[in-house]
């Protein structure tokens, strides 16, 4: 069964860290493009970070220098590194796995992000 699992959603202060996790299993991600997509309470699905295949990345523009989105295909694994959260960060944030050029589109269940005082 392919799962996507993600972990290290909470609650911190403005101006805090949290590091996203997800894990990946009924498949394995190197061949994979692998994103991080959130949705805030109210407001569509926003792209926020994602990493190649080939390891080259990009970001939503209001994270850009404060979110770092990384892989570890040995450990079949997925990070985002999130630093001086802002509390627009609010979200539920999704993991995405997708194999270009085809139908193999998955998604994680979601981890809920709140920055907060």
């Known amino acids: 069964e392919v799962q996507l699992v993600e972990s290290g959603g909470g609650l911190v202060q403005p101006g805090g860290s949290l590091r996203l996790s997800c894990a990946a299993s009924?498949?394995?991600?190197?061949?994979?493009?692998m994103s991080w997509v959130r949705q805030a309470p109210g407001k569509g699905r926003e792209l926020v970070a994602a990493?190649?295949?080939?390891?080259?990345?990009n970001y939503l523009d209001s994270v850009k220098g404060r979110f770092t989105i990384s892989r570890d295909n040995a450990m079949n694994t997925v990070y985002l590194q999130m630093n001086s959260l802002k509390p627009e960060d609010t979200a539920v944030y999704y993991c995405?796995?997708?194999?270009?050029?085809?139908?193999?589109?998955?998604w994680g269940q979601g981890t809920q992000v709140t920055v907060s005082l």
């Open positions: 009924g498949f394995t991600i190197g061949r994979y493009d």
């Open positions: 995405n796995a997708n194999l270009w050029r085809t139908e193999k589109d998955y």
């Open positions: 990493i190649a295949s080939g390891g080259s990345t």
